[in-house]
């Protein structure tokens, strides 16, 4: 379980294919705060720590990345020099700073608009007819593993929506999200109260 608080960004600098893709992460995280087992959330995605090295500061760790994983997440994510948002799993005790997040994407979306306003970047994000319900103003999604709170929704005729989000320059700057461009894809994650709330509603009909 995660909060969608990145913690730091990693970059891939390896990739191995053995059936699943292995892959070698380069963090500034304590390698010996890193347990092998233990949850890191990449940009999104809940991966398995199966190894790691190094020294503080510059730690590495390494994960496999199933083939139904890759159909699931931005299309070459996976590739060498990819930077990757990263959280370490949600403990007993500490803050929730942002909501829960499970660490499974729930589909992929395309940025449809991303320019500065104001001081922050406005950023407006397409998904599909099958996910556009999930989707409410001043409810929480996440982008990329990054916990964002929708400012607005507009519904299109062919059932998806364009929803509007707000990057301030802190989370511009500690996440990838200030790079994102017109036309690039991030991993989504709709908010599981919505998936239950959804899910009620149609046992009731």
Not at 99 to 106: A, F, K, N, R
Not at 122 to 134: G, V
Request: net charge negative.
């Amino acid at each position: 379980m995660f909060t969608g608080i990145v913690s730091a960004i990693g970059t891939i600098e390896d990739v191995r294919e053995g059936g699943d893709l292995r892959l070698k992460v380069a963090c500034p995280y304590d390698p010996a705060q890193i347990a092998i087992g233990a949850s890191i959330a990449c940009s999104g995605v809940c991966l398995t720590v199966v190894e790691r090295g190094g020294e503080p500061g510059k730690a590495w760790f390494a994960v496999d990345v199933s083939g139904e994983t890759v159909s699931r997440t931005v299309r070459g994510m996976w590739s060498k020099g990819r930077r990757l948002n990263l959280e370490t799993a949600l403990r007993l005790g500490d803050e929730l700073g942002g909501h829960i997040v499970t660490g499974h994407v729930d589909t992929v979306g395309e940025v449809r608009l991303a320019r500065p306003e104001g001081g922050s970047t406005l950023i407006a994000i397409r998904t599909s007819a099958a996910f556009a319900p999930f989707v409410a103003p001043k409810g929480s999604i996440t982008v990329d593993g990054v916990s964002l709170t929708v400012n607005d929704v507009r519904d299109r005729d062919d059932g998806a929506c364009d929803f509007l989000l707000n990057v301030i320059p802190h989370t511009a700057e500690v996440t990838t999200l200030g790079a994102l461009a017109e036309g690039d894809q991030v991993n989504l994650e709709i908010d599981v109260l919505a998936r239950y709330l959804k899910r009620m509603q149609s046992l009731q009909r």
